[in-house]
T-cell receptor, first 117, second 115 residues
Framework: GAVVSQHPSRVICKSGTSVKIECRSLDFQATTMFWYRQFPKQSLMLMATSNEGSKATYEQGVEKDKFLINHASLTLSTLTVTSAHPEDSSFYIC?????????????FGNGTRLTVT | DAKTTQPNSMESNEEEPVHLPCNHSTISGTDYIHWYRQLPSQGPEYVIHGLTSNVNNRMASLAIAEDRKSSTLILHRATLRDAAVYYCILRGVVAGGTSYGKLTFGQGTILTVHP
């Protein structure tokens, strides 16, 4: 089946530093990738939609200058949390789809646990 | 986005079938019904999806009501590894934008499987 690899799986950083999370589709070309954030005991919250070769579309309330998304190729999207603060500590999950249609399943990475100290 | 309603939690015994319901009364004609499940500290896992007809795969079956306002995920024989949060989500096309086919997660159903 389709595989999405997310790296790193866990990262601890100091407040004020930036962290980059990579999301790769290993065996298919991902036209669209989605970035989610999940706080403990809560559901996934969509942050942004990343389309290859174009600017990401951010959900309301998500700061695009803080959460930089780059989708430079059909197999790689990156999320950079800039100037991270403790409130950014969360579980970040990416997902990818080979098309934009509603009939295709999304495939998810295993998430990145970010802890900002 | 059309919303879905699921019970907060359900319990089952191992080896027994499990029927997880989902209501989606505002579903549109182009929305597909998707089911995903999530184990602790992992990303969601695709389970099954469908549009109008019932669907079967190696993991589960999806029964879709004729009016499409509800659906049921069926795990034919629950195992301990099926204990997870199950999400029923509608995936459609957002016209006029680039956010095609995004998935908006609700709270899901926490499935507990007893040995």
């Amino acid at each position: 089946g389709a595989v999405v690899s997310q790296h790193p799986s866990r990262v601890i950083c100091k407040s004020g530093t930036s962290v980059k999370i990579e999301c790769r589709s290993l065996d298919f070309q991902a036209t669209t990738m989605f970035w989610y954030r999940q706080f403990p005991k809560q559901s996934l919250m969509l942050m942004a939609t990343s389309n290859e070769g174009s600017k990401a579309t951010y959900e309301q309330g998500v700061e695009k200058d803080k959460f930089l998304i780059n989708h430079a190729s059909l197999t790689l999207s990156t999320l950079t949390v800039t100037s991270a603060h403790p409130e950014d500590s969360s579980f970040y999950i990416c997902s990818a789809s080979w098309d934009r249609g509603s009939s295709s399943p999304l495939h998810f990475g295993n998430g990145t646990r970010l802890t900002v100290t | 986005d059309a919303k879905t309603t699921q019970p907060n939690s359900m319990e089952s015994n191992e080896e027994e079938p499990v029927h997880l319901p989902c209501n989606h009364s505002t579903i549109s004609g182009t929305d597909y019904i998707h089911w995903y499940r999530q184990l602790p500290s992992q990303g969601p896992e695709y389970v099954i999806h469908g549009l109008t007809s019932n669907v079967n795969n190696r993991m589960a079956s999806l029964a879709i009501a004729e009016d499409r306002k509800s659906s049921t995920l069926i795990l034919h024989r629950a195992t301990l590894r099926d204990a997870a949060v199950y999400y029923c989500i509608l995936r459609g096309v957002v016209a006029g934008g680039t956010s095609y086919g995004k998935l908006t997660f609700g709270q899901g159903t926490i499935l507990t499987v007893h040995p």
